[in-house]
């Protein structure tokens, strides 16, 4: 393993005092070939004082505490956890129901019990270059298997989440005896602060190399059923010409996969592919209420009329129950009520309705919908559709051309306008600008210049409908409005 020079040099002073060995998940994901990020570090046969003084010359260094035996040091600007072996016992309810007992000469075996899965349970050692796996997590890893190391996995009921999270990131299947486990601690999930569920989820819908494993998780341990508006997806039926795949839950980790295999979504920042996994994961959340059998074209049919409003609320109240924050919840949203906005009309988009659905879509972009919607055109196998997909060309085109694919249209006119024409702001500013967007959108004007054209023109209508209005309520006040000109048909 390749390890920090900085770090490197620690290790080598920590030699003195006990046996440093890296832990964890670098471990595992170097066996993996993938680059190792946090480097955590245990050392047996220290004791707490020691290794604090080895530590101290280095850098800053803080002292999480005895009771944890976890000391954080900060070289160049990365921060290290070096911790002593350590026993974990349940005391009570919650993730901060444990009693930590620091213990330096605790067995090989019995330090890496306390690991949540097998695969993270393996220690290498630097200095002799070599393993230490008493828990056979190697080969569980080469097996792509999720296995708990001791019974005591069900004292947290977060590892239940982090095995969803951990399938979907590296492609593992929950070991049979694991699922049994997770099964039998199923009403504990009432004990998980939102916080923490909403961490695994975020790694989930960010780090997904599989999505649908993390999913088949989640229903073979049956804490689907902490999610109602993802377990409800299950035996919701579908036409089986359109989605000879199976039910709408089936379809969903379908599509969800389909995501992470394109492009736009392995280059896009974390935040943003939450944003789309999420919205595909909901993307359906509606079927279930509208499905119905119904004959449609002389045959009787599974349909769902809809569903994609339906979906928009219930998309909210899942993001909610899993504690994503505002900023995703409403991006998601307008992501789901507009999902099949491509079989709407023909395959030419108005400059018009781009500019709509731009803004409808905001603050997600019509980017953002064109990979939803090729995630959900592509979870329908065999069925592949080039009259689907060039709609969603011709869409992302045409937004394209009006610079409206990476965000929504912005007003040309504002506030500052309406003053520089020497209007005094009033509470009429608002309908003012509405009506001057409305008609940017509708293609009225396209830039400031004509913008002002357009809007001294409105102004002018607006003045002689409000004194025409004013005439016939009163002829007393008639003349607070400029006389009509001749041959005026005020």
Known sequence: MQLPRPLVEVLQAVRAVGRPRVVGGCVRDWLLGLKPKDFDIEVPGADFEMLQRVLAPFGSTDVVGKSFGVIKLRLEGIEYDFSLPRRESKTGAGHRGFAVEPEPNLSDFEAAARRDFTVNAIAYDPFSNSLID??????????????????????????????????????????????ALCRSIKTSFYE?????????????????????????????????????????????????TWHPEGDVFIHTKHCCDALVRLDGWRD?????????????????????????RAEKRGELRWISPGHEAAGGPLSDIFLRRIGAPNDTVERVRPLVVNH?????????HSDTSVRRLARRLAPSSID??????????????????????????????KAHELTLSASAPKPILLGRHLLALGLKPSPHFKSMLDAAFEAQLEGAFTDEANGLVWLQSHLRNRSSLLCSADSQVSQKNSSACPPPEPNSTK
């Open 134 to 179: 008493p828990h056979d997590g190697e080969k569980d890893l080469r097996a792509r298997i999720l296995r708990h190391t001791s019974n005591a996995f069900t004292e947290d009921p977060l590892r239940v989440l982090r095995a969803f999270q951990l399938a979907a990131r590296f492609d593992f299947t929950l070991a049979p005896e694991t699922a």
């Open 268 to 292: 896009a920042e974390s935040e943003r592919r939450r944003v789309l996994l999420l919205a595909v994961l909901a993307h359906d959340f509606g079927k279930p209420s509208t499905t119905s």
């Open 340 to 348: 099949m906005v491509q079989h709407s009309g023909g395959i030419e």
């Open 368 to 397: 953002d919908l064109c990979l939803v919607m090729r995630a959900d055109h592509d979870g329908r196998p065999p069925i592949h559709s080039p009259e689907t997909l060039k709609r969603i060309d011709a869409l992302q085109q």
């Open 192 to 240: 998980l602060p939102v916080e923490r569920v909403w961490n695994e989820w975020a790694k989930w819908a960010e780090k997904s190399q599989t999505p649908s494993r993390g999913l088949a998780v989640l229903q073979e341990t049956e804490w689907l059923a902490h999610f109602p508006e993802l377990s409800a997806l299950a035996g919701t039926p579908q036409d089986p």
